[in-house]
C-alpha cells in the first residue's frame, strides 16, 4: 500500500513538473514557436485527463459505483433543521 502511495505521489509531481519545463516565454520567436503554447496546453490537457481516466478506472475497479440508485437516497434520510421554508407557509390553517 505504501508503495503504490510512493508512485502515485511521483507520477503527480512529475505531471505537474514536467509542463514547467516548456518556459514559452524564453523561446525564440519563429513559426514554430507560436505553437509552443499550444503544444503546452495541449500537453497538460492529455495528462492531467489521462491521469483522471486512470484514477476513475481505479475506482470503478474498487468498487466506488456499486449501488448508487441506493446509496443516493442516503442524505434523503437525514433528519436536520428546515431552514428554507418561512413559518407562515407551514401554518395548517391556510390550507383549509
Not at 509542463?19 to 524564453?26: E, G, W
Not at 496546453?41 to 492531467?48: N, R
Not at 440508485?69 to 401554518?91: F, H, M, N, Q
Amino acid at each position: 500500500m505504501r508503495r503504490l502511495a510512493l508512485v502515485w505521489l511521483v507520477v503527480a509531481v512529475a505531471a505537474l513538473a514536467w509542463p514547467a519545463l516548456a518556459f514559452a516565454h524564453d523561446q525564440p520567436e519563429t513559426k514554430q514557436s507560436r505553437w509552443v503554447m499550444a503544444d503546452w496546453m495541449m500537453d497538460t490537457f492529455f495528462i492531467f485527463g489521462g491521469l483522471a481516466f486512470v484514477a476513475f478506472l481505479a475506482a470503478w475497479k474498487a468498487g466506488h459505483f456499486q449501488e448508487l440508485d441506493r446509496v443516493g437516497s442516503v442524505p434523503l434520510y437525514v433528519d436536520e433543521e428546515d431552514y428554507y421554508t418561512p413559518e407562515w407557509a407551514l401554518d395548517e390553517e391556510e390550507w383549509d
